[in-house]
């Protein structure tokens, strides 16, 4: 089955850095990968998503990165604003309309006034 | 508005109690999951629901047991409930078909002593 590693588990940064977090998978045939938020106390909701015919994406602040050749996708955040705190997960599976999500273990980040 | 709800929200037990947990979705999806949320170890799936007549085990199902009374209804049990069983749990729905966005519960703060 699928395997999600995702670094690091732990960003802290200064408010209006820049923060990435990065996430590699296992099966090569996986093609959609979705990057849920948690906020404290919250629940996860999704914020972004890449498919695999595609090389990036972009929401405002936001943005995602896919290399298919290294099995590797990354979450960028721009401009990060204290309200960016939250523990991230990445996830990945072979979207088959019959499959289901793996999910990294999660990067708490902190952004300090 | 259409939601997914989790009761209790909280529940402390002792060892060896039968716990169930319910969640309950009006957004009128077909898939349902149950996660399962230790510190550091991500989202793991215990059980997902892709109608209501499917029942599939996940990454860790022993000593878990589900059942899916309606379209809006998936519960979860804990037949014989040990300390280990301690974490967040989670139950999520989506869409049928592909890169469907999961909407998670608020969650049960489940804790075994």
């Known amino acids: 089955g699928e395997n999600v590693e995702q670094h690091p588990s732990t960003l802290s940064v200064q408010e209006g850095d820049s923060a990435v977090i990065k996430c590699t998978y296992s099966?090569?045939?996986?093609?959609?990968f979705p990057w849920y938020k948690q906020e404290l106390g919250k629940r996860p909701q999704l914020i972004i998503d890449i498919r695999s015919n595609v090389g990036e994406k972009k929401d405002q602040r936001i943005a995602v990165t896919l290399n298919k050749t290294a099995k590797h996708f990354s979450l960028h955040i721009t401009e990060t604003q204290p309200e960016d705190s939250a523990v991230y997960f990445c996830?990945?599976?072979?979207?088959?309309?019959?499959?289901?999500?793996?999910f990294g273990k999660g990067t708490m980040l902190l952004v300090s006034p | 508005d259409a939601d997914v709800t989790q009761t209790p929200r909280n529940r402390i037990t002792k060892t060896g109690k039968r716990i169930m947990l319910e969640c309950s979705q009006t957004k009128g999806h077909d898939r349902m999951y149950w996660y399962r949320q230790d510190p550091g170890l991500g989202l793991r799936l215990i059980y997902y629901?892709?109608?209501?007549?499917?029942?599939n085990k996940g990454e860790i199902s022993d000593g878990y047991s589900v059942s899916r009374q309606a379209q809006a209804k998936f519960s979860l049990s804990l037949e014989s409930a040990i300390p280990n069983q301690t974490a967040l749990y989670f139950c999520?729905?989506?869409?049928?078909?592909?890169?469907?966005?999961?909407?998670f519960g608020p969650g049960t703060r489940l804790t075994v002593l």
């Open positions: 999520a729905t989506s869409d049928s078909g592909l890169y469907n966005e999961q909407f």
């Open positions: 996830a990945a599976t072979l979207n088959s309309g019959y499959s289901t999500l793996t």
């Open positions: 099966d090569s045939a996986s093609n959609y």
């Open positions: 629901s892709f109608d209501v007549k499917d029942i």
